[in-house]
């Protein structure tokens, strides 16, 4: 789950981390008085769950309160453009008016998972505002890293470590040292999957805040954090992924136009795969579960459908613990109650049940294309949504 830039910083607040004073806003009208409280000069930032937004437009300066309202009404309500949007960008629904800082420094600090030491690492660099994978691909040394103990969390020798490798000394570097560890804290008790401050800040006078923040967590934790759902922006969300999680379906949105229908994420994996190898592009991951029911394989076929992108549907079941004959039925009775369907549905079913599945299908009055295997499946769908 995503959230906000003004909601991460909320968060990392609680923990101490200095950040400037902002305050939040979706009303142009309101910018102005924001910006007198802020001290007249400000910044004026779009806050959607993308990166990029100043190279897109979203982040601009303002000299004095009648410019911050001027610049509010350019960037709410645009259609901000990154180079995590997509083309298509995402509106903007929502201001964070923030006051300028002197600004001498900018660093680069974040905390996220290593899946290969199973620890927390925190990584920081000299060059800060700038996209970190670009940094690392062209200069991996300049990458500061220190792996930290998720029950013992970032120790002190590990904050020093940090402060000395971004060249950071005095008064700044103990500043620096505390927000680390409160950083690392903040990642720990809300199970984030990244905790990101780029820019970390360095002021004229020595200062160290986050002039900007991210922070993206496990879902599968979330029951243990009320506050941070409650922070969830369903404008923010593709309709057709918060509609599959309203249905507990594991779904995701891509760019090709032939649909998925999968019980399983490695089966929907090799699924996506084999499609590409035969020249086709899936439209999304979609893993109904292992023990699908007949309910929730009609939801998911209904979410399917409504994509416009999508060109044909590739189901392909195999029963284990999920009987072919109800992911079937589901298939049939979401057909029937579209009654409209005119896209080629593709299936491919094996296991449990198997012929009484197919037997279901054979009797439907919609004309199924049934495929025996994985490869003629892929095959077939291609075909079907207009070839590769």
Do not use: W
């Not at 309910?295 to 076929?301: D, G, H, L, R, S």
């Amino acid at each position: 789950m995503k959230i906000h830039e003004y909601q991460a910083k909320e968060i990392l607040r609680r923990y101490g981390v200095p950040t400037p004073k902002s305050q939040m806003t979706r009303e142009a009208a309101e910018v102005p008085k924001i910006a007198e409280s802020l001290g007249g000069r400000c910044v004026v930032k779009a806050q959607i769950h993308a990166g990029g937004r100043g190279k897109g437009g979203g982040v601009k300066l303002a000299k004095d309160p009648a410019e911050a309202g001027e610049l509010a009404e350019q960037i709410l309500g645009m259609q901000l453009v990154t180079h995590q949007t997509g083309p298509e960008g995402q509106q903007v629904k929502t201001l964070l008016i923030e006051e300028a800082l002197d600004i001498a420094h900018e660093l680069y600090l974040a905390i996220t998972l290593d899946r290969e030491t199973g620890k927390p690492v925190m990584m920081a660099s000299l060059q800060g505002g700038m996209d970190i994978e670009e940094v690392a691909a062209e200069n991996p040394d300049a990458i500061i890293k220190q792996h930290f103990d998720p029950h013992l969390g970032l120790l002190p020798f590990q904050a020093r470590a940090v402060a000395d490798g971004l060249e950071l000394k005095g008064g700044t570097s103990r500043q620096a040292q505390k927000l680390f560890a409160a950083l690392a804290k903040a990642f720990l008790d809300t199970d984030a999957s990244i905790a990101e401050i780029n820019p970390l800040l360095i002021t004229g006078e020595g200062d160290v805040l986050a002039l900007d923040a991210k922070m993206n967590f496990d879902s599968n934790a979330l029951f243990r954090h009320k506050d941070i759902v409650e922070m969830r922006d369903f404008d923010e969300e593709n309709p057709l992924e918060v509609r599959a999680s309203e249905y507990g379906l594991n779904y995701i949105k891509l760019d090709g136009n032939i649909a998925c229908m999968v019980n399983g994420a490695g089966l929907a994996m090799g699924t996506m795969d084999i499609i590409k190898l035969y020249g086709g592009d899936p439209a999304n991951f979609l893993d109904v579960g292992g023990s699908a029911s007949q309910e929730a394989v009609k939801n998911a076929f209904q979410i399917l459908v409504d994509d416009p992108a999508v060109k044909a549907v590739l189901i392909n079941i195999f029963g284990g613990i999920a009987r072919t004959d109800r992911i079937a039925r589901g298939v049939v009775g979401a057909i029937e109650e579209l009654g409209n369907v005119s896209l080629p549905v593709v299936v491919r079913l094996e296991g449990t049940n198997v012929e009484q599945g197919r037997q279901i299908l054979a009797d439907a009055d919609f004309d199924f294309i049934v495929a025996t295997d994985m490869d003629d499946a892929a095959k077939k769908a291609v075909d079907a949504a207009g070839g590769a």
